[in-house]
């Protein structure tokens, strides 16, 4: 153990004294912030996760009566609404199932603090969308050339 020469103020260390003590989660968010965006993506994904059980709980319903119906009648007219309905739950739940990886890469993108970037053009994506759909990938401009 060799000591320092002791010769100086002692003030050698601290040459960078304007280094962020904490990494920022994202440009121009502050952790308040982040913090709120985490909890609105968090609370939308637990909403998303009972409407996925719910969807799924309706659609296992819907098969099952199917199968009553079959068994009685093939021509019963009840067929095509119960096709259309399974076909509609089936489109709601892949819509849902979309909407919670959404919010998944939102909740990395936040941890990484790439949150709140455009996917597609790398601007910042405006804070009135992201309050509206906390999970946005793109830009309004983008979505909207997108489809
Ligand atoms: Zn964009």
Same mark, same amino acid.
């Given at each position: 153990?060799?000591?320092?020469?002791?010769?100086?103020?002692?003030?050698?260390?601290?040459?960078?004294?304007?280094?962020?003590?904490?990494?920022?989660?994202?440009?121009?968010?502050?952790?308040?912030?982040?913090? *709120?965006?985490?909890?609105?993506?968090?609370?939308?994904?637990? @909403?998303? =996760? &009972? /409407?996925?059980?719910?969807? #799924?709980?309706?659609?296992?319903?819907?098969?099952?009566?199917?199968?009553?119906?079959?068994?009685?009648?093939?021509?019963?007219?009840?067929?095509?609404?119960?096709?259309?309905?399974?076909?509609?739950?089936?489109?709601?739940? *892949?819509?849902?199932?979309?909407?919670?990886?959404?919010?998944? @890469?939102? =909740? &990395? /993108?936040?941890?990484?603090? #790439?949150?709140?970037?455009?996917?597609?053009?790398?601007?910042?994506?405006?804070?009135?969308?992201?309050?509206?759909?906390?999970?946005?990938?793109?830009?309004?401009?983008?979505?909207?050339?997108?489809?």
């Amino acid at each position: 153990m060799t000591g320092p020469s002791g010769d100086g103020p002692g003030g050698a260390r601290g040459s960078s004294q304007r280094g962020p003590a904490r990494p920022q989660p994202g440009d121009g968010l502050s952790p308040g912030q982040a913090a *709120e965006i985490h909890e609105a993506l968090d609370a939308e994904r637990a @909403e998303t =996760l &009972a /409407r996925i059980t719910a969807l #799924r709980h309706e659609f296992d319903g819907i098969v099952d009566s199917t199968a009553l119906v079959a068994t009685d009648d093939e021509h019963d007219p009840e067929g095509a609404t119960i096709a259309f309905e399974r076909a509609q739950l089936a489109a709601l739940l *892949e819509a849902a199932q979309d909407h919670l990886g959404d919010l998944d @890469e939102a =909740l &990395a /993108r936040l941890r990484e603090g #790439r949150y709140g970037t455009c996917e597609n053009c790398g601007r910042p994506i405006g804070a009135g969308r992201l309050a509206a759909r906390p999970a946005a990938r793109t830009c309004i401009a983008c979505a909207s050339r997108q489809r």
